[in-house]
């Protein structure tokens, strides 16, 4: 039964290499060292399985993954790295198979055995984890609003020399491990391996530490940078276009949040790169002379660096130029702001900048005549981009939507109340006409 045993294990890790060969070692290396032919443009970059250092584990700090973490990261992948989902790929038995081979290029799996971190049951209170949340100094690095602005969150380091940004916790569908209390707990407990995020297994109680996920899990506000909402509705009011972010008369917009995409840059020093910003909120006035956006985006460094954003237009009505730049036969134009040049106002537009709490806030200004010209219900192309100097962003390495549409809002000329009631007074007027016409 043993010698059965051994053959089926045997089997089983053969099987693995050959799923591992055929689809891993193109990023991780024919010895899974990380080294694959595509891990040089790749951040961050491939796992060393050899050296077996984990960071998304159920375990304490320091100590190897269980079977189970190691195949929910394959069939589920690492959110913002260039690892992917293989659950529609790969069977549970070959996903199997491949941690059985993954296992067996450490040497420290022969001699170590995980055992997951207890999690505790019942419900927690993200009031007293609120509380918490100060009393541990995660605004340090997290913020007071948790989008990743703590004053020293730009000093960090990870133990191999890369400077990585602080989470942002209102974005928790970003998170690497998942984003419900359990998974939050587990990374709180036994920390991220390598990284400024340290275990707080010795410094909270089981207790506190279940409070604290649960307050974390509370700060997940943000959407997902997914829309079938490519159409932003300039609404229209009576009174001045204002230019400050917190004016009441964002208030009556309908905001829609636009996913960002990373530019592709030839003979960048990587391939892969992550922008800061994965989405755009965009909201839109105007009065049928002045018309501007206000554009929001998560920046956790704020002031100091070369930020910036614009909006892109067609040169020409009726076209739809080549994406980001257009080309010779279309050309565009674009609405600029950058943080460290001057405020000017060119061709007729303002600009009306603001930060606070890892949140960029940008109003752009300008006459609805001109070029392009905003009139009711016409829809207008429309392109967002921004940058995030403190990210390596620079020149044309920066963030930016699809081509989306502007639709300005036509003046309501009655209350829709009124309205109503005109079109059923019409009604009952025709009907008595036409009564006494019958009689007579």
């Not at 998974?183 to 207790?207: K, V």
């Not at 204002?242 to 636009?258: F, L, N, Y």
């Amino acid at each position: 039964m043993i010698l059965a045993l051994a053959i089926a294990l045997a089997q089983s890790e053969s099987a693995g290499r050959d799923t591992y060969l055929r689809r891993c070692a193109w990023c991780h290396g024919d010895t899974g060292r990380g080294d694959g032919a595509s891990a040089a443009g790749m951040f961050p970059r491939p796992r060393d399985f050899v050296r077996a250092d984990y960071r998304i584990r159920s375990t304490p700090h320091g100590r190897l993954p269980t079977d189970e973490d190691l195949a929910r990261a394959i069939e589920k992948g690492l959110p913002g790295t260039p690892m992917p989902a293989w659950e529609k790929i790969l069977s549970r038995d070959e996903i199997a198979q491949l941690v059985r081979y993954l296992k067996s290029l450490s040497p420290r799996f022969a001699d170590e055995r995980p055992t997951p971190i207890a999690v505790p049951s019942g419900p927690g209170s993200a009031e007293r984890g609120r509380e918490l949340y100060r009393k541990a100094r995660c605004t340090l690095c997290h913020g007071d609003a948790g989008r990743g602005d703590g004053g020293i969150a730009t000093t960090l380091y990870y133990e191999w020399g890369l400077s990585p940004p602080a989470r942002n916790l209102t974005r928790g569908w970003t998170f690497k491990g998942g984003h419900d209390p359990r998974d939050l707990y587990l990374r709180i407990t036994g920390g991220l391996n390598g990284t400024p995020m340290g275990p707080y297994a010795d410094l909270l109680t089981d207790r506190e530490r279940w409070d604290l996920a649960h307050y974390v899990a509370s700060l997940d506000v943000e959407p997902s940078e997914t829309t079938e909402d490519f159409v932003v509705t300039a609404t229209y009011i009576d009174g001045e276009v204002p230019s400050g972010h917190d004016a009441p008369e964002w208030g009556k917009t309908r905001p829609i949040t636009i996913p960002l995409g990373a530019q592709v840059i030839r003979d960048a020093p990587i391939r892969w790169w992550s922008p800061t910003a994965g989405s755009v909120t965009l909201r839109a006035l105007w009065n049928g002379r002045e018309i501007a956006f206000l554009v929001e985006w998560g920046d956790p460094t704020g002031r100091g660096y070369a930020d910036s954003a614009f909006l892109q237009f067609p040169a020409e009505a009726g076209t739809k130029p080549y994406l980001l730049h257009g080309d010779e036969d279309e050309s565009v134009l674009r609405w600029h702001w950058q943080s460290d040049l001057a405020p000017v106002e060119p061709m007729g537009f303002s600009v009306h900048p603001f930060w606070k709490e890892g949140r960029r806030h940008v109003v752009f200004r300008r006459s609805a005549s001109g070029t392009p010209g905003f009139r009711p219900d016409e829809f207008i192309p429309l392109l967002v981009s921004v940058r995030d100097g403190s990210n390596g962003e620079r020149g044309d390495r920066r963030a930016l939507t699809t081509w989306i549409y502007v639709r300005p809002e036509p003046r309501k000329t009655f209350n829709p109340w009124l309205e109503a009631l005109a079109c059923f007074l019409g009604v009952v007027l025709l009907q008595v006409w036409i009564l006494k016409k019958v009689r007579s």
